[in-house]
């Protein structure tokens, strides 16, 4: 009986160990606070471009460009939306935008539909312009089923003075 017992326990022990570290290789586990705490889940990603960029096409004025994350979940089901956008502003105006749209996701996860990109308000000629980016992300149960969807979003209003606010998410 206890040899039995002490079995359960080191196979249990075991368990917790390489669960865990596998874990920790892909670096620090943030916290649900930390995750969100940097425009409420929408963060701005290492190594975009900055601000002056040259314009391009129509536009004039000073432009910028911005790449935004939104993402959800741990591995092995981890899923990101990315928006980048390139806008420019001159007088109080936009000049002109455009906006791109991809994901990422881990190993369990899939683009189910998407990613779509659409102007929600404003634009050329008005003090500013809104974008909103979404996808639809389908992932595997532990058990391969039922498959779990989920839609994430991201709605951005960018200001001819090179700011930008999130002002919607999911």
Request: aromatic content about 14%; glycine content about 12%; proline content about 6%.
């Amino acid at each position: 009986m206890n040899s039995k017992r002490a079995l359960i326990i080191a196979a249990a022990a075991l368990g917790v160990l390489v669960w865990t570290t596998s874990a920790h290789a892909a670096g620090p586990t943030r916290t649900f606070e930390e995750l969100v705490s940097v425009d409420h889940g929408v963060r701005a990603v290492a190594g975009a471009p900055e601000p002056q960029i040259p314009p391009e096409g129509g536009g004039g004025g000073t432009c910028w460009g911005k790449q935004l994350e939104r993402s959800e979940g741990v591995y092995p089901y981890g899923r990101r939306l990315y928006l980048y956008t390139v806008w420019c502003g001159s007088g109080g105006v936009i000049t002109y935008r455009s906006s791109t749209a991809w994901t990422n996701h881990d190993i369990a996860c899939w683009t189910d539909g998407g990613p779509y990109v659409a102007k929600t308000y404003g634009g050329a000629g008005w003090g500013m312009v809104e974008v909103q980016a979404w996808a639809q992300i389908a992932c595997h149960s532990p058990s391969y089923w039922p498959t779990w969807h989920d839609t994430l979003m991201m709605r951005v209003r960018y200001y001819p003075n090179g700011w930008y606010q999130t002002v919607a998410w999911d």
